[in-house]
T-cell receptor, first 116, second 113 residues
Framework: GAVVSQHPSRVICKSGTSVKIECRSL??????MFWYRQFPKQSLMLMAT?????????EQGVEKDKFLINHASLTLSTLTVTSAHPEDSSFYIC????????????FGPGTRLTVL | KQEVTQIPAALSVPEGENLVLNCSFT??????LQWFRQDPGKGLTSLLL?????REQTSGRLNASLDKSSGRSTLYIAASQPGDSATYLC????????????FGKGTMLLVSP
């Protein structure tokens, strides 16, 4: 149990376009989802925390208007990278915590974004 | 602000060796500490979770210890195998409930046959 999926696993886009990444909890209700970004050989850096039905809380230095997060249901959160630029190329990972196990985060497999 | 450091950044060992990975954190007021494994281009696999009240956890060939007062944890891998090659990440959780994890940069392990 406690499986989190992400789609797509890889995406390549042109500079200036927008890209949407989905994070789904497959077998539990995720009241809170977290979005992380990981650059090569670097740590996972938290970008934002989203709670179902409310606005996401962004970490300092993360642009809200560039990284749009929507957590519309208890099983789905989306991250949209708007007007993507090459410096946005990174590995994006989501995690989810549920009602029953709020202490535990279950991680998705990640999405590799490459902006040309 | 909590900072997590992992040493060494990279480690290469021959198959069969026992090895230790180190993790330190600056604020000892943690709720728990977790060790993850990450294969190249993949997500995270949780290996061991140690609550702040615990001293160690074991799973198969893996043993993780926690010295909360000194802000240190170690991951011991016994009889290493090529399949253990991956990046190992340490993360601390400062509060119960829906709080975030603070990650180290990881140790990249290569076990050669």
């Amino acid at each position: 149990g406690a499986v989190v999926s992400q789609h797509p696993s890889r995406v390549i886009c042109k500079s200036g376009t927008s890209v949407k990444i989905e994070c789904r909890s497959l077998d539990f209700q995720a009241t809170t989802m977290f979005w992380y970004r990981q650059f090569p050989k670097q740590s996972l850096m938290l970008m934002a925390t989203s709670n179902e039905g409310s606005k996401a809380t962004y970490e300092q230095g993360v642009e809200k208007d560039k990284f749009l997060i929507n957590h519309a249901s208890l099983t789905l959160s989306t991250l949209t990278v708007t007007s993507a630029h090459p410096e946005d190329s990174s590995f994006y990972i989501c995690s989810a915590s549920g009602l029953v196990s709020s202490d535990t985060q279950y991680f998705g497999p990640g999405t590799r974004l490459t902006v040309l | 602000k909590q900072e997590v450091t992992q040493i060494p950044a990279a480690l290469s060992v021959p198959e069969g060796e026992n090895l230790v990975l180190n993790c330190s954190f600056t604020d000892s007021a943690i709720y728990n500490l977790q060790w993850f494994r990450q294969d190249p281009g993949k997500g995270l696999t949780s290996l061991l979770l140690i609550q702040s009240s615990q001293r160690e956890q074991t799973s198969g060939r893996l043993n993780a210890s926690l010295d909360k007062s000194s802000g240190r944890s170690t991951l011991y891998i016994a009889a290493s195998q090529p399949g253990d090659s991956a990046t190992y990440l340490c993360a601390v959780k400062e509060n119960s409930g829906y709080s975030t994890l603070t990650f180290g940069k990881g140790t990249m392990l290569l076990v050669s046959p």
